[in-house]
């Protein structure tokens, strides 16, 4: 099978143990993760051929975030070196009432300088098939923005899949640039289209009929297949837009679904009911590498790929860290309808 490649940074995150408050801690435990070396640990994990591409600082820290994607399969020959320093993020995990909150400390990081012209991106797709990247990559830097769309013009000339995941992020955009100056001529090369609710209005002005999308209600799927509908009216590229569904009922508790668009058919998946969540931080990108595991997988089956890709990101807030390690048997069967939690012996 040929590879799927996904292009992102990946950040040391550093947490205080045991849900305590930044203020409270006298340790943090450290974690390497990120949207797309995400995605590669799980593709990597159903045992799909994977390649991760970034830069990283030629140091100790860059070696370990190198050993952990090596560590889970994920292939890292065209991983660059080079810059200053790894970027950080700082995670205070929330509980009930008590919302999580992220500190970024990424400035001047080895992916925030990388460059057009830097990655070889004829030798990186070589076999490949599918091509990931988020909307976090091109907010850190104009660099990285043009680097990421040096890779999605390269893979449509090679008859390269691609998706986006839209991951709108605030606190990131900070060079000069708002998102609709960038991301539209980078998602308009796109084959997939990942966006949830504030996504499509941070990023493109779009939302759902009658939804605010500032509160944290669950969104209604018939509701928000007019944004759908916009999005691949403004992308026409695009075959799939796809959107997950999060209710926020408190920090520890969240119901979870997803639909998927494909211009004729609107396709739900089963709602689970996440009650108590031990780290809900990567949920979006373990239901990215759910569903491009599912369309390779079962490719006239697009309610079961999407079923896989919801129920492998509700396993995913059961795991401690930012990658799903959720096995493909786990997947199948909470998708079976058993979510018992049994002890296997």
């Known amino acids: 099978m040929k590879k799927v490649v996904t292009f992102g940074e990946i950040m040391l995150r550093l947490t205080p143990p045991n849900w305590k408050r930044f203020s409270q801690a006298s340790s943090f435990e450290a974690i390497y993760g990120g949207g797309e070396s995400n995605v590669a640990v799980s593709l990597a994990n159903y045992g799909l051929p994977v390649e991760f591409v970034t830069r990283l600082p030629q140091n100790d820290i860059g070696d370990c975030a190198l050993m952990e994607m090596r560590k889970r399969g994920v292939g890292t020959q065209h991983i660059v070196r080079g810059g200053e320093r790894l970027g950080i993020y700082f995670l205070e995990i929330g509980a009930v009432s008590r919302g999580s909150k992220v500190v970024y400390d990424r400035a001047h990081s080895a992916m925030s300088t990388i460059e057009k012209g830097m990655i070889d991106w004829a030798a990186v797709f070589e076999d490949a098939q599918w091509f990931h990247w988020t909307g976090i990559t091109p907010a850190i830097s104009q660099g990285a923005a043009d680097a990421c769309l040096e890779a999605i013009q390269m893979a449509n000339k090679m008859g390269i899949t691609v998706s986006t995941d839209l991951n709108y992020r605030k606190k990131l955009w900070r060079y000069g640039k708002a998102p609709g100056e960038v991301m539209p001529e980078l998602v308009a090369g796109c084959d997939l289209i990942l966006g949830n609710e504030e996504d499509a209005e ?138 018992s939690g049994r002890v296997a012996r």
């Open 202 to 339: 941070k990023h493109f002005g779009l939302h759902p009929e009658g939804v605010d999308v500032t509160q944290g209600h669950s969104v209604d799927a018939e509701s928000y297949l007019s944004v759908l509908k916009q999005l691949m009216q403004m992308f026409p590229r695009a075959k799939k837009v796809i959107t997950t569904l999060r209710g926020s009922i408190s920090a520890s508790h969240n119901t979870w679904s997803g639909v998927l668009y494909d211009g004729q058919t609107l396709y739900k998946a089963p709602s689970y009911d996440i009650t108590h969540i031990v780290d809900r931080v990567g949920g979006g990108d373990s239901f990215m590498g759910g569903l491009i595991y599912g369309l390779l997988t079962y490719p006239d089956d697009q309610q079961k790929a999407l079923n896989f890709a919801v129920a492998a990101s509700c396993l995913k807030h059961t795991i401690y860290g930012d990658a799903n390690l959720a096995t493909i048997e786990e997947v199948e069967k909470l998708m079976s309808g058993d979510a």
